[in-house]
């Protein structure tokens, strides 16, 4: 029981009645830690009241670690978020959104393995856990900052002789020279913006489901961190030899494999695990002096820090929402600018897309049919984007409307029909963006429309795949690639055609990639869900930086996931946990009104042939790389595909809802009573 | 050895506002420990200091690093906090990375090892013996935490900010220890000291921390705060100074389709 990895207690606070409680984390541990207690808090908090809006004050926000928060665990700092998530749509789904940085890893060291909040505050307010101690204290004088401001702010708070570089003692014998981890909303969340992300850091968001605007419906506006004892490892020295062994899988800064190939800013940047490569505001000479960052215990550190200290901390999205032209600098204060809003860029990106796209065709603009002061002649300069992402964030005009996200905001225009079926509005799944090609690189697609928003799991499959072979340079032939790939997808190795992206009788229809999409949901709700991983490191089925390019994937997990809990399960063994924890949230979107009607993709991503993307394939007898070009999506095979997965994974294939049987067998009987209270059950 | 130390306490230069690093240039091998201690509040009896040393023999390891390398992930803090106690805690480790998320690149991160100072004026004041020259282990300065009273001198006197001497609770009580460059690691199945391996040294993934046999210029951090990049650094596009140049393309290749 319990003997390592977890504090044993889970921090449960509730905003309205000001109270502050525990709950036992052993109670829960069958489901592993993160996303899986997470659920399963919810559904025993809120379970049967649902269906309710997500700034009703009974929904939660939880924020779960996991047992290899606050270790050495490689690419183990993210914090997932979780609770209904008002950015989905139509129905506000039981969503999660996860962040990195050093808050998962400061919770646990001031000793908890989670923290749940419950109701709503009158007034602003902010937690602060110092050690055991924890406050609601008032945010006056903070709501209404940006988020950078607040983190600031409120480091000093929660330490007022707080001298960087300089231990600071919290209590007696409680030493540390850290800073406090602040997790917080920025003004679009106080505004109940659907689009307001967490920050955490200065670029560290969790950007999908608003969870910034459910921060602000509590009148939350931050959450603070810092602690000063001791994570238990239930073997230490395996522990120890674990991580030593891990290191044949890095990228090897003194002396990269095959640097040439390897080391240049490209695509090889995205899977290699080489350092920095997920700020993309730092490529033009002269270069800005900068460091590679990294979150707690990640051996890649894809973010940098910069001499100017601008774009610091942000990757991907985070440098490349907003663009003003000419200027790197700008770009990066535009980009920094949307973090201290607290605006999710990946929301941001279609909505400021869609508003040109309605402004070109004459539908929005001074005077016309959505009328609106906004510049929107000078798209791509920094008075722009700073005053399209101050009318969002403080709902001023137009961006009342615009902070509604994508979904809501077509709707109230009266063209969510036309324009997301289109395309003119790219929303695929629930609200979120479309994202990799649905058509060629299925698992994403149906792993996220099997799923409740965008997957954003990158190194699933199509990510090394996609880059790899987008490279023009592959260092795997397709035949080598889809053998090795599914060699590490235990239990379902052995059958390559799980990575077969044609649209033959092996490729995305098939029952292979039945089992690939459920491997993919297993992997996210355990490994990802629940042992905080990171999204760009885990798993990691091949990898150029070994010879024979075979990644940690699936040896790694068990070994580091035992020698940490003391458990002694197979990787096969926690992937069923992932599939329990997959059927536990499957179960709460049903109770919410999910059926599997609901689970098709717009009208777009079946009739517009793709233009397709090198994958791996399997045509005429014979792997390659192919494109695909050309291919459309087929509505009915989508569909068989679907009722095989429901099958496969113990749904009912009518609608799509969890079996008796199914939730039995995984002790998940309560669940099962839920539903059937409902009616729903599978 | 503690036995051999010297009386070799002069006077006070340590004051409010005069910063630890200001009074390691000053002060060298000076200390202060009376004005400190009567200025401490005590947590301990804390008796006088037996006679110190001036002169040391020189440890035979020293960890030198790259506070531009440096990712601030904190795997060598943890691991320095699992080999020695077992447990994962940033506050156990004896050495501390410190970093500002929201600072400019280099002063956003600061690496925090002991010195093996020359004259370890932690071991010179401590008052029972507890910090020593292991003179049958390369030399290296070490603390017995078992034998710490708990009265923080040590943690006064380090000249290092912060000090490299790092409190940890051990059954309950307060006690001071340091880096021993893992001379004692219970929870390691590697030998440690100057003949052996670091576990800080081993686990981080940027190579950013080396052991080396000779001892560092002593002024300032200089001598131990070196340059461990080469060029497959370079070619990862991160610069300490704009008028570099990669020698590797840093651009993209922009192909039709490509999203990021
Ligand atoms: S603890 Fe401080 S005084 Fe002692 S050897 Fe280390 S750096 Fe020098
Ligand atoms: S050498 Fe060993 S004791 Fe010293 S800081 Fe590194 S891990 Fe800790
Ligand atoms: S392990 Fe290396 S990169 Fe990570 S914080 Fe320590 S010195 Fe820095």
Redesign the pocket.
């Known amino acids: 029981m319990m003997k390592g990895g977890y504090t044993g207690k889970i921090l449960r606070v509730n905003l309205t009645t000001k109270t502050i409680g525990t709950i036992d984390t052993a109670k829960y541990e069958e489901f592993g830690g993160g996303h899986g207690i997470g659920s399963a808090v919810f559904f025993d908090l809120v379970g049967d009241q649902l269906p309710f809006d997500a700034f009703d004050p009974r929904n939660c926000i939880i924020m779960m670690a996991s047992p290899f928060s606050g270790t050495f665990m490689p690419g183990s700092g993210r914090c997932e978020v979780q609770g209904l998530g008002p950015m989905l749509y139509p129905i506000e789904w039981f969503g999660h959104s996860n962040f990195g940085g050093r808050f998962t890893a400061q919770l646990k060291f001031a000793g908890w393995d989670g923290i749940v909040v419950e109701g709503a505050s009158d007034e602003p307010v902010w937690i602060n856990i110092v050690n055991d101690k924890v406050k609601i204290e008032s945010a006056n004088g903070i709501w209404g900052m940006d988020t950078w401001d607040t983190q600031e702010e409120i480091s000093r708070r929660v330490v007022p002789d707080l001298k960087y570089g300089e231990w600071a003692e919290l209590a007696e014998n409680c030493f540390t020279t850290q800073i406090p981890a602040v997790v917080c909303c920025g003004p679009a969340g106080e505004n109940k913006s659907r689009l307001g992300a967490l920050l955490h850091g200065p670029g560290s968001q969790a950007a999908l489901c608003g969870f910034g605007g459910v921060f602000g419906s509590k009148k939350l506006k931050a959450i603070s961190a810092i602690g000063t004892s001791d994570v238990p490892i239930a073997d230490p020295k395996a522990f120890m030899d674990a991580r030593l062994w891990y290191r044949r899988f890095q990228w090897d800064v003194d002396n990269p494999r095959e640097a040439e190939r390897f080391g240049t800013g490209g695509p090889y940047a995205l899977i290699s695990g080489r350092p920095s490569g997920g700020n993309t505001l730092n490529r033009d000479i002269p270069l800005t002096p900068a460091r590679a960052a ?1 979150c707690a215990s990640c ?1 890649r ?1 894809c973010r940098m820090r910069l001499a100017t200290s601008d774009s610091n901390e942000s990757v991907c999205g985070g440098t490349m929402t907003i663009t003003v032209q000419g200027s790197t600098k700008f770009t990066r204060q535009g980009n920094d600018l949307m973090q201290k809003y607290g605006l999710g860029h990946w929301q941001l990106i279609p909505l400021m897309g869609y508003v040109q796209t309605l402004y070109r065709k004459g539908i929005l603009g001074k005077g016309k049919q959505i009328d609106t002061d906004l510049p929107l002649d000078r798209n791509g300069t920094f008075g722009y984007a700073d005053t399209l992402m101050r009318q969002i964030a403080l709902r001023e005009g137009i961006g009342n409307d615009l902070s509604e996200a994508c979904a809501r905001f077509a709707e109230k225009i009266g063209r969510y029909e036309e324009d997301v079926n289109s395309g003119e509005l790219s929303l695929a799944y629930y609200g979120t963006a479309n994202h990799y090609d649905p058509v060629i690189e299925a698992e994403w697609g149906f792993g996220s429309l099997l799923g409740e928003r965008d997957l954003m799991l990158h190194m699933m499959s199509n990510y090394p795949i996609h880059w790899m072979a987008w490279s023009g340079d592959p260092y795997l032939t397709a035949e080598e690639t889809a053998k090795l790939y599914t060699d590490a997808m235990e239990p379902y190795q052995g059958d390559p055609f799980m990575v077969d992206h044609s649209d033959g009788p092996t490729g995305i229809y098939s029952d292979s990639k039945v089992k690939q999409v459920a491997w993919i949901k297993h992997y996210e709700k355990f490994w990802v869900g629940a042992g905080g991983f990171c999204g760009w490191r885990w798993p990691m089925c091949i990898t150029n930086n070994t010879a024979d390019r075979r990644g940690p994937t699936p040896r790694a997990e068990e070994k580091f996931w035992n020698a940490v809990t003391g458990n002694n399960l197979t990787f096969a063994d926690y992937m069923e946990i992932g599939h329990k924890i997959y059927t536990l949230d499957r179960s709460i979107w049903v109770l919410q009104g999910r059926h599997r009607d609901m689970e098709v993709y717009p009208d777009y991503i079946y009739d517009r042939p793709t233009r397709g993307h090198d994958m791996t394939m399997y045509i005429d007898g014979k792997w390659k790389y192919d494109t695909g070009a050309g291919r459309k999506l087929d509505r009915a095979k989508v569909e068989d595909f679907k009722t095989r997965f429901y099958k496969f994974e113990g749904y009912n294939h009518e609608n799509g809802y969890p079996t008796r049987a199914t939730l039995e067998k995984m002790n998940l009987g309560k669940v099962a009573a839920a539903l059937e209270k409902k009616g729903r059950l599978g | 050895m503690p036995g051999d130390k010297k009386a070799g306490n002069k006077e006070s230069n340590v004051k409010k506002g005069l910063s630890r690093r200001d009074f390691l240039v000053a002060g060298g091998t000076v200390a202060a420990v009376d004005a400190l201690i009567a200025s401490t509040p005590a947590k301990a009896a804390t008796p006088s200091p037996p006679a110190a040393a001036t002169t040391y023999p020189a440890s035979e390891g020293y960890l030198v ?1 790259d506070s531009k ?9 943890l ?1 320095c906090s699992l080999v020695h106690y077992g447990v994962q805690n940033l506050s156990r480790s004896r ?1 501390q ?1 410190i ?1 500002d998320s929201f600072g400019k690149f280099p002063n956003d ?1 600061q ?1 925090a090892p002991c010195r093996q100072c020359k004259t370890p004026v932690c071991v010179q004041n401590c008052p029972v013996g507890a910090a020593f020259v292991d003179t049958e282990n390369g030399n290296v300065r070490r603390i017995d935490s078992s034998k710490c009273i708990g009265c923080r001198t040590c943690l006064k006197m380090c000249p290092q900010q912060p000090h490299r001497t790092v409190w940890v609770v051990i059954d309950g009580k307060g006690k001071s220890s340091k880096c021993d460059l893992c001379l004692d690691t219970p929870y390691w199945n590697e030998k440690g000291g100057p003949g052996g391996k670091q576990a ?1 040294v081993e ?7 080396k052991f080396v046999a000779v001892m560092p210029e002593q002024k300032e951090t200089e001598g131990y705060d070196v340059n461990l990049r080469n060029d497959h650094w370079l070619n990862l596009g991160l610069v300490d100074n704009s008028t570099v140049v990669p020698k590797m393309d840093l651009t993209w290749r922009i192909l039709p389709g490509g999203e990021e």
């Open positions: 990294a051996p550190g | 690093y390398k440096c990712a601030g992930c904190t795997t060598c803090m691991s050495i990375i970093q991160i690496m800080c686990t981080c993934p940027m190579k950013a921390i």
